[in-house]
């Protein structure tokens, strides 16, 4: 390799090594004799570009396939793009608009076309962006939702589930969306809490004898009321039962009904009853065999069966309605109101409960082993405290409608003769047409050229939830008896699922589902969710707050291995992540830190002389607790405790590493290294580099190469991980004694302004491990050590590490008036510490009444304060006698 710069060239070394990387094909798996692992990359929109939310998603994605690469598994990582149906079709509408093409007067055909040449134009960026993160994928496994072979799997799923009985067609009261134009399914409507208005509105009885004052959100819809209802149990609306009322502004008589259903204390008590525009009006209407009158179009207009205001949208209709009605006279009052409103999850459009003819799929059967999967934890959500919601989406599952009114989708395969009535199910019209003759359907004089496909396009989701199978076959969609082929026998189940936890049921539930379905058992073993991106205030990232950073930026500012260090370090498992710029700066610097580290020790020259015995004990020190960390970051990772895993490497490092162990080692200014001390350093950046590499692969695999010499094609990320070996837990702490004692002798240097040059003494009271004794001479210039019983006449300057004492004499190096003075105000801040704990601990309340570990705690504070005073109180005395 050439020599390396003194500065880290991120963008330049980044794009070098991944081109690197797919060059030598390194991403590649394929099916052998090891372990599998294996993940499926959420596929994101077709639609989508890089933003925060994928950079974590991602990036731990990456973390587990590149450290799974590295323990000698066979890993895998299948990427890929969802054809997203209604973000898709919405993006290609508006292309077409701003060219003046409207929507309608293009066939199914030629507007496929267009959607078809945008999906080549614009559907890999979000792919591309990720390359750009470093993610291991395997390219050549890369799947869009709407290839041939997965438009396929699709259609013959929805066959096999229709044969099965668990399909079936009905007029059903369904979420529609008016700015897609679709259904959308219960799980894509999102809940949102709106200022809306009371509207009391008077209905005059249509025998002229008084009026019925009603509370409504939806003035709007009053044209599509069928009766008034009230709970029969009512005193107040007693003599109402069996008359009528007159709808305002159009005077259509609608009865007055009874239910229990009302709310009495609810508005009036009188519900106007809407079956066409309210799921719960509609179930009242079913009851009471009411008409339904639905006087919105599929946009959101007014209709004509609405009578007045046709074409008006619905929220302007609502407006000019208010207006009408007051000035009508019926118009009681109106009230400050707060609602609970439905919203498209795509379009962000209020939905609108509608009746419509669609495609559902059973749910019951199918939801049975899902739900039996992750609460007896075969399938274990991480953090598990997800696991109570996903029972109940799965214990109150609903029928979910598969159709969608559009055209961009895998097309429903179902089959209607020239009349409109439905045929049958097939693949084609032909299959369709065999498979009624063979259901004994008379199809005489019917051809398949007479046959019309059904005009809908399934749910996305649902050819997202077979993406476990058929990202590696998509036939056994077909025959689910059958064994399917070599990759799928090897790949599935995959291991782990990355993904975010407000798709847990719109997704993860039914890729379960379509897993006991198509497979006979469960597509993955742990679902790890993620939390949201927000900013530093908590606010979620988005467009219109600006506060959303465009990761392709950071990564050029920050790097790539900065940016998902400081992603990574604050983003446990379902916890929102609280994103400020500053972590990747962190991340950056921590990069540079491992840059200037590998150069310093690279700089060295070696010489033959014996290791000293300092550098000896520095470096069995740091081989234990390297080790210990080996075996700490393994755990980690069983938990999926990813962050604590790299935070715990970080430390390591920065601290451990660089603050400590090289401080130890180091030559003296111009002299070699011994060689034993420099190897060994080698030997320990080799293994930090390689624990290092799956949360940061450029930088470790850039230093990797400068570490020795490198055959063409090698690889960080092909070598095995370390593991961990025996370390002595005792020697463990009691280096970190040593080191707790060098900061404290620093810290009497730099407050008492000794140099470094200038030898001190140190005299300790207590346990410590004299063969460390070198290691605080090398670090802090000790003359000389000395173990001693009492403390010492003229020891200004003490301290205490756990029950030992250390004892620095400074002599005339120390200014005793100043030196008492400072040594009083302590004295004198700990004696009010330890009254104030003191009083706490005479109150017998408080002793008998709060947790014994509090009281401890408390104990155990005064048992310090005490032995500070204490210590405080000799070195006055020390001084005052001196």
């Not at 000019?320 to 009052?333: C, D, Q, T, Y």
């Amino acid at each position: 390799m050439n020599e390396l710069p003194a500065k880290y060239n991120p963008s330049e070394v980044e794009d070098k090594l991944y081109a690197y990387w797919l060059e030598n094909g390194l991403f590649r798996s394929t099916p052998d004799e090891r372990e599998a692992y294996c993940i499926v990359i959420p596929p994101p929109n077709v639609t989508g570009v890089l933003h925060m939310g994928h950079m974590l998603n991602n990036t731990i994605q990456d973390v587990l396939v590149r450290r799974a690469r590295m323990i000698g598994k066979n890993a895998c990582w299948v990427p890929g793009t969802d054809h997203a149906s209604i973000a898709t079709e919405a993006k290609v509408v508006a292309k077409l608009k701003e060219q003046g093409i409207d929507k309608a007067s293009l066939t199914r055909d030629e507007f496929l076309k267009h959607a078809w040449e945008w999906k080549e134009k614009h559907g890999g960026i979000i792919l591309e962006q990720l390359k750009k993160l470093g993610a291991s994928c395997d390219w050549s496994r890369t799947r869009f939702t709407m290839d041939p072979e997965m438009s396929q799997a699709v259609i013959d799923a929805f066959i096999h589930l229709y044969r099965r009985g668990l399909i079936y067609r009905g007029v059903r009261m369904v979420n529609w969306d008016p700015a897609g134009k679709t259904a959308v399914s219960d799980e894509e409507v999102i809940r949102k809490e709106v200022d809306s208005k009371l509207y009391y509105l008077s209905y005059p009885l249509s025998d002229g004898a008084g009026e019925v004052i009603v509370a409504t959100t939806r003035p709007e819809t009053i044209m599509a009321d069928v009766a008034i209802c009230v709970h029969p149990d009512d005193e107040r609306y007693s003599a109402l039962h069996g008359k009528y009322v007159l709808i305002p502004l159009i005077d259509r008589k609608i009865p007055i009904i009874l239910d229990e259903y009302v709310t009495r204390d609810f508005g009036t008590g009188c519900l106007k009853i809407t079956p066409a525009h309210d799921l719960n009006d509609y179930e009242i209407g079913l009851k009471h065999k009411l008409p339904v009158i639905d006087i919105l179009n599929d946009d959101g207009t007014l209709n004509s069966a609405a009578q007045i205001l046709t074409g008006e949208d619905r929220f302007v209709a609502r407006k000019k309605i208010v207006r009408m009605l007051e000035e009508a006279g019926r118009l009681s009052k109106t009230e400050d109101y707060k609602s609970s409103v439905g919203f498209s999850e795509r379009t962000d459009a209020v939905i609108e409960p509608r009746l419509s003819l669609q495609w559902f799929l059973k749910m019951e059967e199918l939801a049975a082993p899902a739900l039996k999967d992750v609460i007896d934890e075969s399938i274990k959500l991480i953090p598990d405290k997800f696991k109570n919601t996903y029972r109940h989406w799965m214990e109150n599952v609903r029928d979910w409608c598969i159709s969608r009114q559009l055209w961009w989708g895998q097309r429903i395969p179902a089959w209607y003769k020239a009349d409109g009535t439905f045929l049958e199910v097939g693949k084609t019209a032909q299959e369709a047409l065999s498979a009624a003759e063979s259901a004994g359907i008379d199809c005489s004089g019917i051809r398949a050229d007479m046959l019309k496909q059904d005009e809908d396009v399934v749910d996305t989701w649902f050819s997202s939830w077979l993406w476990p199978i058929s990202v590696f076959d998509p036939s056994v969609f077909a025959d689910p008896q059958k064994k399917g082929n070599r990759d799928l026998n090897y790949y599935y189940p995959t291991d782990d699922l990355i993904t975010a936890p407000e798709i847990l049921f719109f997704w993860v539930a039914r890729m379960i589902m379509a897993g006991h379905e198509f497979r006979g058992k469960k597509p993955f073993s742990t679902v790890y969710l993620t939390g949201i991106v927000r900013d530093k205030l908590g606010r979620k990232m988005s467009k219109s707050l600006g506060n959303s950073p465009d990761p392709l930026s950071l990564i050029a500012k920050y790097s790539a291995d900065g940016v998902r260090m400081g992603m990574l370090l604050c983003s446990a498992a379902g916890n929102d992540i609280l994103f400020d710029e500053s972590q990747v700066e962190q991340g950056r610097n921590f990069c540079n830190k491992i840059w200037n580290a590998f150069r310093l020790v690279k700089s060295w020259q070696t010489s033959d002389r014996p290791q000293p015995q300092h550098a000896l004990k520095a470096v069995e020190w740091f081989e234990m607790l390297l080790n210990k960390t080996i075996a700490e970051v393994a755990d980690d990772f069983r938990k999926y405790r990813i962050s604590e895993a790299l935070m715990a490497l970080y430390k390591l490092f920065w601290d451990d590493f660089c603050g400590r162990y090289l401080e130890l080692i180091k030559p003296d200014f111009g002299s070699p290294i011994d060689e034993e001390s420099y190897r060994s350093s080698l030997r320990f950046f080799d293994k930090m580099l390689k624990l290092l590499h799956p949360f940061m692969p450029f930088i470790t695999e850039e230093i990797w190469l400068h570490l020795d010499q490198r055959k063409s094609g090698e690889s960080i990320m092909m070598c095995r991980q370390p593991e961990a070996t025996a370390f002595d837990e005792t020697k463990i702490e009691a280096f970190e004694q040593a080191m707790n004692c060098v900061s404290e002798v620093r810290n009497i240097r730099k407050d008492k302004n000794i140099p470094h040059k200038t030898a001190l003494e140190l005299y300790i009271k207590g346990h410590f491990d004299d063969s460390l004794i070198c290691v605080l001479s090398r670090a802090v210039n000790l003359s000389e050590v000395k173990r001693v019983e009492l403390r010492p006449e003229g020891a200004a300057s003490s301290f205490m590490l756990g029950v030992t004492e250390f004892f620095v004499p400074l002599g005339n190096l120390l200014n005793v008036e100043d030196e008492l003075k400072k040594l009083k105000s302590e004295l004198q801040y700990f004696q009010g510490f330890r009254d104030s704990v003191n009083r706490k601990l005479s109150n017998e309340k408080f002793v008998s009444g709060a947790p014994a570990q509090v009281v401890d705690v408390e104990r155990k504070k005064l048992a310090d304060a005490e032995t500070k005073i204490k210590a405080i109180e000799e070195q006055i005395a020390s001084l005052e006698l001196g």
